[in-house]
Structure formats: C-alpha cells, structure tokens
C-alpha cells in the first residue's frame, strides 16, 4: 500500500489528528509528512542478509527515498544473495567495519537475536539511526540495554513489530477502544504451524549458525520469534502490561537434538483481572494463527479482521418464516448464541472490519505479505531522513520482548513470575512508577 493512500485506506476516526493521537507513531503516514522528505533519500546499510534481511531489502527496493549504500554478513552465501540485488552496494563482512562509514545515516539490523543488543547499541553509539528486527534481544537486561542507548543517542529506534502498522490491525484496535465489543473480559493468542523450522545446512559445523533460532545461546524460541507479536497486541488492547506471568512449555515432538520448547502454553494476568493465554504449537498446524479478544458485547479476531456480536440482530419476520418453513425447524429452534443464527439456518461468519481484509496464514518464517512490514520500513526510512523519533513505538517492542523472556523464564522455572521492577519503563501502567 503507497503510504499516501495508508490512512485513507484505514479509514479511521474521522481524520488524520485523530489517528495519530491513537497512534502517534503513524505521523510519518500522514501528507504533511511526506512534503518533509520530498526529493530526500535515507542512506541505508542492511546488517544480517539472511531471508528476513533479504524480505526487507526488497521491500526498500520498491521505494523512492532510500538507497543501499552498503550490506554486510558474516556468512558468505547469504551476503552474495544480497550483492545480487544491490550490486552497487558496498559489501562487508564486519558490521564494524559498515558502521565507521561516514555516508550512512541509518542502519537495517536483520541479525540473530542474540546479536541484535550488542549491534544495535554500537550503531546508536555511532550515530546512526537503526531499525532492528524482533524482538529486542534475548535477555531484559539487554532490552533495557538498547532501550536505554536509544534514550540516550537523540537518534532514531524502530522495532520490528509490524503489526502496529497494518491497517486491519489499527482499526481493529480503534473499534475495540471505541467499546464496540464492549468490556474486556479475556484474550486467547495462539500460533499454530506444523513445521520442524529447521534448514538444511552444507556441513555439521554450521548447525549453530544456519539454525541459531533452535538453541538457547541465540534464540528464545517459539517465545520471542512467535509470541512478541501477540503480546504487544494483548497490550495494546488494554493499554497495561500484565503483572504475572505462569506457564509450560516442553519438547513435545521435534526431539532432533533442539533446545528450545516446541510447545508453550502460558497465562498471563493483568491488574484489571483479564487474562491473555498464550499458546504456540509446531507440530499441528489446524488452528493457525489469531488473536482473539473477547467482551461482553462481542468478539474481535484481529488476524482475519473480523467481530462477531454475542446477540445477532433477527431477520425481517417474512425471511424469519420461510427459512423455518423451508429448514422445518418449528418444532426445534435452538438459540445458540452467535455461532448460529435461527433466522437464516446458518452459521453466524461475523462481520468484516474493514472493505479490504489480507490476512496470513502464519506458516512462513520469513515474512507475509500485506502484513505492515513495507509501511514499517518505510516509516523508517522517513525517519532516518527527518531525524523524527516515532512515540511509544519502542517502548510497545519493549515491552512485548520482556513479556516474551518472562515468559520463558515462568515455564523454565515452574513458577509464577511477577514483573521486575527494574524492566519497567515509563510507559503505560508503569509511566508513573
């Protein structure tokens, strides 16, 4: 989606203030903002050039305001598919060695977890402007390490949780505070693939490397390469962070020598009372993948951008009487609730949030389409040029990727974990602890 079209297409809240009141990191959305970088390029380097660095060099290529100057890897096949498509670009193997160059502003970090904290602090230091995919890192002690850099260096920090950038997502979020679902008594996040999530690799000796996400040294795991996106969702929804945290998490099929769980299943409690499950699962694919809120008026699936009504309005009494007739059900009508409708004999399919709805299946490890992942980039991208940080967006990413180590944490230990003091930050319930 062009971004000039990107609010149009949301169709939000009467207006362009509105919007960027509710989401106040959508600014580099609006008109007013595309005159600012009007015949400007943001000079970019791509550190980590692996399939999700390439998803995002493709995204960048599609755009008017950026040039690759530069891209890097440590690993020599992921670099030269890079340099096929940025033959112009100058190549690195050292992120070192990309960041002393004085003709970059900003920087794509598309690394292993367990590197993005040490890079993404070194570029701040070296005064560029970073974008790092999730989550933040793999310890809170390291999330807070970036975030606080962040505060420190006046410069840009993106966070890639692409969510808070996909239209179905936004106006889902903005019809669920407007009470259209009514109170908030619940959410059910679960991710559902059924795949081994392992690559091939040419020889023993880069199993670490080639599948870092399968070992606790790199990767957290289902938590922090699945859940971060749904948890800053169950966030976003009540506009607090949970307190607690409990849950389990085991090797339930993939027993191939991996680390890291291939089944979570977690509770996590808010001060309100509500809870968010969490569930994730890579040996069965049936349910995919949803975030589910629930009221007392309504439900809202935010992935396939629909809401149902508990009470569903009757039919006009002359349909209401043929669809008896021609079903024969005078003598059983059973009202069910929403998931069946007596006045039309069929099952209640809710209703769409918005005209133009694309949705995923959640099966791929790279990247969707349509997901919010272009305007993302593209938002940083102004960024980088207008040196304009983009509110509360890092601080949502914080948060969901300490909830995400919490939550390891919880399953790791067969305990419940209540929220450190010294990893909240002033945002949200916690913006005036």
Known sequence: MERRNFIKEIGLMGGSSLLISAFPWLYSCTSEAQKEVKGEKARLGIIGTGSRGLYHINHLLTLQNVEIIAICDNYAPHLQNAVALCPKAKSFSNYHDLLELSDIDG????????????????????????FCEKSMSNTPDDC?????????????????????????????????HSGIIGDITGMRCYWFRNNDWRRSVDHPSLE????????????????????????QVGNWVLKMIPETVMGFGDIVFWKDGREVYDNVSLIYHYGNGVNMTYESIISNKFNGLEEQI?????????????????DVKPAPGILQLINQIEHNIFD????????????????????????KVSKTDGASSVGAMNDGSLELVEAFCHAVITGKKAENLVEEAYYSSVLALLGIQAMEEQCIVKFPDQYKIPYLNFATS
Not at 157 to 165: A, T
Not at 294 to 310: C, N, Q, V
Not at 332 to 349: D, H, K, R
């Open 144 to 176: 807070l390490a970036m975030y606080n850099a962040y505060m420190d260096s006046g410069k840009v920090l993106y966070i890639g949780q692409q969510r808070l950038f996909d239209p179905k997502y936004l106006k889902a979020i903005e019809m669920i």
């Open 332 to 355: 059983n009508v059973a009202f069910a609730g929403p998931s069946w409708v007596p006045e039309t004999a069929l099952a209640y399919q809710g209703e769409f949030i918005m005209d």
């Open 107 to 130: 920087v794509l970090i598309a690394t292993p977890l367990y590197e993005h904290a040490h890079i993404t602090i070194d570029a701040l230091k070296a005064g560029k402007h970073v």
């Open 294 to 310: 629930l009221g007392h008026k309504g439900t809202m699936e935010l992935e396939k951008g629909k809401y149902y009504f508990e």
């Open 208 to 231: 670490r490397k080639i599948n870092w996400r399968l070992y606790k040294e790199y990767s957290g795991g289902l938590m922090t390469e699945l859940a971060t996106h749904q948890l």
